[in-house]
């Protein structure tokens, strides 16, 4: 599931709304394949102001979650420039089928991440990303606090972004469709913003064998509207393709606007 996980990560963080005022907003999507449960996504936005924040906590749930236990927080912090973001910190742990996964890069310089730590190493068989293609790169949720707030300024998914996440670069696109009338399938259901999600491997898949695959450009379609009265628009559906799995299928469950600085555990609790 990891390229298909960063790419459900990527269609969530990339089409969500600017909160309003102070508030931080949390949303839970329900994540299926094959028409069962097999994750959980957890997404807390802190976008407004100076300086932005995302967390996102994935884990394996139903079948998946019997069959590999798996759970992952993401977070990526820094501040605006413009319409532009300049990370300062990305930090992802997590436990996988291998055991313990960790990625820790700072950006000491806005243009050059630092890759402080990668748990487990890069494996030998896959491709190194030479250091050319690091510079002027951003962290994933990085890149996509900048699509979130091309929607948020102009009602369209028209962007793009440099990713690079320690093993792997690739660019993402996003662009508008339309609006399409969905039916209902977890909280949401009438008109929705439909915009189509894109992601293409420059460099770091796994051994020769899966080059031709892995380079082929990935694609998401997520489709946004308003769960909350007074609040931006927000993904309410996202599918994409799997190469095992058939089409996955995330759907708004739940959305809660935050006070700042309430996290996640607090609001379980």
């Not at 973001?85 to 700072?106: I, K, N």
């Not at 300024?153 to 690739?170: F, I, K, N, P, Q």
Request: proline share 8%.
């Amino acid at each position: 599931m990891g390229s298909s996980r960063l790419l459900v990560l990527a269609a969530l963080a990339a089409l969500s709304p600017v909160p309003a005022g102070a508030e931080a907003l949390l949303a839970r999507y329900e994540v299926r394949a094959a028409g069962l449960r097999v994750m959980e996504v957890e997404v807390r936005f802190e976008l407004d102001g100076s300086r932005y924040r995302l967390r996102v906590h994935t884990r394996n749930t139903g079948l998946a979650g019997m069959l590999t236990q798996s759970e992952q927080v993401t977070v990526a912090e820094g501040a605006w420039r413009g319409a532009e973001p300049v990370p300062a910190r990305y930090r992802a742990e997590g436990q996988g089928r291998s055991g313990p996964r960790r990625t820790a890069l700072d950006w000491p310089t806005p243009t050059r991440p630092v890759l402080r730590a990668l748990e487990p190493p890069i494996e030998p068989d896959r491709e190194p990303v030479p250091e050319g293609l690091r510079a002027n790169t951003v962290d994933a949720l990085s890149a996509l606090a900048k699509l979130t707030r091309t929607v948020a300024r102009t009602g369209r998914c028209d962007a793009s972004a440099a990713v690079y996440d320690g093993r792997r670069r690739a660019d993402y696109t996003a662009r508008t469709e339309g609006v399409q009338d969905l039916p209902r399938d977890g909280l949401h259901a009438g008109p929705a913003l439909r915009c189509a999600f894109e992601s293409r491997l420059l460099a770091g898949q796994r051994s020769e064998r899966e080059a031709d695959w892995a380079r082929k450009p990935q694609q998401a379609t997520a489709w946004l509207a308003r769960p909350l009265p007074g609040r931006e628009a927000i993904p309410v559906r996202i599918e994409m393709p799997s190469r095992w799995f058939g089409t996955i299928r995330a759907v708004l469950a739940e959305v809660t606007p935050l006070p700042s600085g309430q996290d996640v555990a607090e609001k379980r609790d």
